[in-house]
């Protein structure tokens, strides 16, 4: 699934193909996605686009009347192509631009979404209850700390929880506890707040530089370039179970946790 840093490099890749560009036409070729896809983004048609944001993994693409709702579920991907380029398989939505560039959503599972909020409307509910950008101030160690007093759940478990802190997913969680030296199944409320400091820093640290290097690489992800991004080769723990840590040189190992891949160093993380 992308994570937040594939999310962003995303948002960063399509925003100067179709920012300030008019929407001549909307097509969508499956509504069948996570969710029917609304006939209120056909509002859009006839709109400039006036940016694009990001909510978490949400992509938020914004006209005068309201924003259509992008989420790439665990398989899809944007791509900005000519407009008379070969439509593909599952090609499902296509924002047609009068620049002669289309926006497409491609995505074989049909795990992502297509929404509409219209302006002055209150927070759809997917939005609603997220939790603070992890690359902002409004995300810290203070906070981070006085939110996990009485939570028994691992530290793992808990800096993924949404309402927490948004888009510290499975790849990068795991990074992060290593580089701060958390084990990941820690109890939440059994660590320091020193520790909290070192792990805050350690998660904006960790995902700042998954967005400079162009997103990690996953079999489902391809930016909107078509390029792939780099930081796989950077990664310590994630997909290394059983091979040497880079710090000490002892085997990782690989146990699940929340049904998720949790790979960690017995010896550095404590």
């Given at each position: 699934?992308?994570?937040l840093p594939e999310v962003e490099v995303t948002r960063l890749g399509i925003t100067p193909h179709i920012a300030d560009q008019t929407i001549d036409d909307i097509i969508i070729r499956n509504p069948n996605m996570r969710w029917p896809i609304p006939s209120e983004v056909l509002l859009a048609k006839?709109?400039?686009i006036q940016g694009v944001e990001r909510r978490a993994k949400y992509l938020l693409i914004a006209t005068e009347l309201g924003s259509i709702i992008l989420h790439l579920g665990m398989s899809g991907s944007l791509?900005?192509?000519p407009t008379d380029s070969e439509i593909k398989k599952h090609d499902h939505f296509e924002l047609?631009?009068?620049n002669g560039i289309s926006l497409r959503l491609n995505d074989p599972r049909r795990f992502g979404a297509v929404l509409w909020q219209a302006v002055g409307q209150q927070?759809?509910?997917l939005l609603s209850h997220l939790g603070p950008e992890p690359l902002t101030e409004a995300f810290n160690d203070t906070r981070l700390y006085d939110m996990s007093r009485?939570?028994?759940?691992?530290?793992k478990t808990f800096i993924m929880d949404n309402k927490v802190v948004v888009g510290v997913g499975n790849i990068y969680a795991n990074e992060a506890l290593f580089m701060a030296g958390i084990h990941p199944k820690r109890a939440a409320d059994n660590i320091s707040l020193a520790r909290y400091q070192k792990l805050t820093q350690?998660?904006?640290t960790v995902l700042a530089k998954a967005i400079e290097q162009g997103g990690t690489t996953l079999k489902d992800f391809t930016k909107a370039d078509g390029k792939p991004g780099y930081f796989a080769q950077s990664l310590n723990v994630y997909g290394r179970a059983g091979l040497p840590c880079v710090s000490c040189q002892r085997e990782l190992v690989e146990i699940r946790l929340g049904q998720r891949a949790t790979v960690f160093c017995k010896h550095c993380q404590t």
């Open positions: 699934m992308p994570e006839g709109l400039v791509s900005v192509v047609v631009l009068a927070a759809i509910d009485k939570k028994k759940t691992a530290v350690c998660i904006k």
